[in-house]
């Protein structure tokens, strides 16, 4: 029978975890990618290792996340993480819209399931963590991006766009990916060398606005406009940049887990329409990679993971409960994770990169 769960493991990753097992002590860095509803797939394998296996460390755990990834993240550093994971996929599987919703209405929307996820005082948890170092990826706008009004952005997409077909570096002419970290410092592994990036301290009034920002997707939801602390200017949806982060950036000592959708990585948004701009995970020797694996998606009921497509292609009863079939088939996953971690063979069903 074929396996619910994919697993790659890098070089540094597989050896170190043949000689000392699944311990969490090992992984310094947490990713998240972008992906809307595709979240929804990874809620039961997030709940057992933000809930347990992740807590079985004292060391220091960074966090970099954009847009749902991030969200995600925010679960991992409430007081239970499980109980937030369960606040914010109710919220979400709510969602219900007009048949053309407005930016303005979707970004309502956005911003009450972030209220249901960190509650009154999760901004305030987050930012003060004792374990949990949060990174929290935006795209500021430069130019035509910088603009709301539909005209000057479609411009400015358009630019980008075909700019980042010719080279990624082009693409910094109109966005600057922003940082927000919890802490003093940001981790200084993720001394991100591109984009111009700069960083920026959270603070509990810019916690929500910079969540939002990270997962706001230009022409459906309205963005964020002059950020608390942060440059002046308007904030995009952290994948603009960052959609599946380009792993080589990387300089911590630990371990990276990756729990995501697939094992296809693209580094930005607009790569995700160029299969050359593919991210190689091969020569990562410190990535862990979790996924669905291909047969387990093929099994789903429609032979995909949720995606932003089910708000315009399925009424909402038929989506909400397509989706909960999803998240009902996604225990395998979990359960699969749980067995490995506690068995004989610690690399048992795992793929050797590198």
Same mark, same amino acid.
């Given at each position: 029978m074929a396996s619910a769960l994919s697993i790659y493991l890098g070089r540094e990753a597989a050896g170190r975890i043949s000689q000392e097992g699944w311990s969490a002590e090992l992984f310094s860095l947490l990713l998240g990618a972008s992906g809307g509803p595709k979240w929804l797939i990874l809620g039961q394998l997030d709940r057992l290792l933000f809930g347990d296996f992740l807590q079985r460390s004292e060391g220091i755990l960074s966090t970099l996340g954009s847009s749902i990834g991030c969200?995600?993240?925010?679960?991992?550093?409430?007081?239970?993480?499980?109980?937030?994971i369960e606040r914010f996929e109710a919220a979400y599987l709510s969602q219900h819209y007009a048949a053309k919703p407005t930016t303005a209405e979707v970004s309502q929307?956005?911003?009450?399931?972030?209220?249901?996820?960190?509650?009154?005082?999760?901004?305030?948890?987050?930012?003060?963590?004792?374990?949990?170092?949060?990174?929290?990826?935006? @795209?500021? #706008?430069?130019?035509?991006?910088?603009?709301?009004?539909?005209? !000057?952005l479609a411009?400015?997409?358009g630019a980008a766009a075909l700019g980042n077909t010719v080279s990624r570096h082009l693409l910094s002419h109109l966005f600057q990916r922003v940082v927000f970290h919890s802490g003093a410092q940001p981790n200084p592994g993720l001394a991100l060398d591109d984009f111009n990036t700069r960083y920026c301290q959270l603070q509990a009034d810019n916690v929500q606005p910079a969540l939002h920002a990270s997962g706001a997707i230009p022409f459906v939801l309205t963005g964020e406009r002059d950020i608390s602390g942060a440059p002046a200017g308007h904030y995009w949806d952290g994948g603009i940049i960052d959609y599946h982060f380009d792993l080589r950036q990387y300089h911590g000592q630990g371990l990276v887990l990756y729990p995501h959708f697939s094992a296809?990585? @693209?580094? #930005?948004?607009?790569?995700?329409?160029?299969?050359?701009?593919? !991210?190689?995970?091969?020569?990562?020797?410190?990535?862990?990679?979790?996924?669905?694996?291909?047969?387990?998606?093929?099994?789903?009921?429609?032979?995909?993971?949720?995606?932003r497509s089910d708000f315009s292609r399925l009424p909402d009863d038929k989506r909400i409960r397509y989706w909960e079939q999803c998240i009902e088939q996604s225990k395998a996953l979990a359960q699969e994770f749980g067995e490995l971690i506690q068995g004989s063979d610690p690399l048992r069903g795992a793929t050797l990169l590198g």
């Open positions: 969200w995600r993240h925010a679960c991992l550093a409430m007081q239970d993480p499980v109980k937030a929307a956005s911003l009450a399931i972030l209220q249901q996820l960190l509650g009154d005082t999760g901004a305030t948890r987050l930012v003060n963590h004792p374990r949990i170092r949060s990174h929290i990826v935006t @795209a500021r #706008g430069r130019g035509p991006t910088a603009a709301s009004s539909t005209p !000057a411009t400015g997409m296809s990585l @693209a580094p #930005g948004w607009f790569d995700k329409f160029l299969p050359w701009r593919r !991210a190689a995970i091969h020569d990562i020797g410190k990535l862990v990679l979790l996924c669905p694996s291909p047969e387990f998606i093929a099994d789903l009921p429609l032979g995909k993971i949720p995606d």
